[in-house]
């Protein structure tokens, strides 16, 4: 009965660890696709292929994705190693250590299956630190992620119950030690190897950095003080911005949380992409978001106001589209009612004007968000992923008075 508890108890070991490989390959997968700097769906389900994939960008699972903490060493490389991907390795091995097991009968020895707990703790701690981080720092929680974590919790669960259920060892002695320590290291040597593996075809299949320039700023004087004022302290940067755009919230969030952006002081041009003051469209692209500026412009202190704009700039542009300019005016004044006197003078909207003016004076392209560093364009594909390694380089290139 002892032996069918413990096979039973290894087979659900397996299962545990084809589950959280499963999820970390699905979202090893996903990060590979947005190297290419394009625009891509992504799983976000608790059972991947249920539901429809995030079209739009707007899931916990892109969020997290997004953030610095979903990949490392990100300033060496490229868009950085995916956490996901040793995760996928590691629960591979775990499958292949477990069926060992099973195949070998070590299911029976407790000191064999000592080994699995000490192996299941790695994807354990690391799924507990990961939740805290995504509650903490990123704010979402990944439905991917939570498989991993399930599947983690699991795969400890069942080595701990497989040790338990495990015969004691009966032969003494120091030779009997100095075997089990070499079959540790042995399946120790295993799993580096299951680990490394991956790791270096997927640097070797991944894009590579292009070095590029992606435009520059001819005249990026402010002469007409349409600049916010700057933001941190260190190498001169504008961002390029609309309060509105979705887009702009997500990188603000991926810069903000960056250890680069301590060495970096932002100013930042509005650039609303909506017709209502922008003359260079036709259509609306966020609705509001010229009404939303001149309040930022005239606002004592205009980083709440981006903030509030940005983190709720789906509803506020519901509102503008839907009920029109008087009701934003209204939402607005609600939330900062210092605005009032200002939010449609003649004076608020001329500088509005001369931040499209300064905007065309630079023939910059129609789109949100841009960042330019010692006035060099960060490229729109290092303005998610590749944010460290691309923005380094620029930090870089300006220190040494290069292009």
């Known amino acids: 009965m002892t032996n069918l508890r413990t096979k039973i108890t290894l087979v659900l070991f397996i299962l545990f660890a084809v589950g959280g490989a499963w ?172 680990v490394m593996i991956p790791i270096i075809m997927y640097l070797q299949l991944k894009p590579e950095y292009q070095e590029r320039n992606c435009g520059e700023l001819v005249k990026p004087e402010d002469r007409s003080s349409i600049m916010l004022p700057a933001v941190g302290q260190g190498t001169p940067a504008i961002e390029v911005m609309d309060p509105l755009c979705p887009s702009c919230l997500v990188f603000r969030n991926h810069f903000n949380t960056s250890e680069l952006s301590k060495k970096i002081s932002v100013k930042t041009v509005l650039f609303p992409l909506d017709s209502e003051c922008n003359w260079m469209l036709k259509q609306p692209v966020h609705h509001g978001a010229c009404m939303v500026s001149r309040a930022i412009l005239c606002a004592k202190d205009p980083e709440p106001v981006i903030d509030w704009a940005l983190e709720n700039n789906v509803e506020i542009r519901r509102v503008a589209k839907e009920q029109g300019q008087d009701a934003l005016k209204t939402m607005i004044l609600k939330q900062f009612g210092e605005v009032s006197q200002c939010i449609d003078t003649a004076k608020t909207k001329q500088k509005l004007n001369l931040s499209l003016r300064w905007i065309m004076a630079n023939s910059l392209p129609i789109m949100t968000p841009q960042l330019y560093v010692n006035n060099r364009r960060l490229c729109d594909e290092d303005m998610d992923l590749g944010l460290e390694y691309g923005l380094g380089r620029l930090l870089e290139a300006g220190a040494k008075g290069g292009k």
């Open 23 to 194: 999820f970390a390959g699905v979202s090893t997968y996903d990060f590979f696709l947005h190297l290419d700097g394009q625009v891509h769906s992504i799983t976000c389900s608790y059972v991947p292929g249920t539901s429809e994939r995030d079209e739009l960008g707007t899931s916990g699972c892109y969020a997290v994705m997004m953030s610095p903490y979903s990949s490392v060493l990100r300033d060496w490389t490229w868009g950085g190693i995916p956490i996901a991907l040793p995760g996928l390795a590691v629960f591979i091995y775990m499958i292949f250590i477990g069926l060992e097991h099973l195949i070998l009968g070590r299911d029976k020895k407790r000191g064999d299956t000592l080994y699995l707990i000490a192996a299941s703790l790695l994807p354990l701690i690391t799924s507990i630190v990961y939740y805290i981080i995504s509650v903490t720092k990123v704010g979402e929680v990944c439905k991917m992620c939570v498989g991993i974590y399930i599947a983690s919790i699991g795969l400890f669960l069942s080595a701990l119950v497989q040790f338990f259920l495990a015969k004691p060892e009966t032969e003494p002695g120091p030779h009997h030690l100095r075997n089990q320590l070499l079959r540790y290291g042995i399946w120790f040597a295993e799993g580096l190897l299951f």
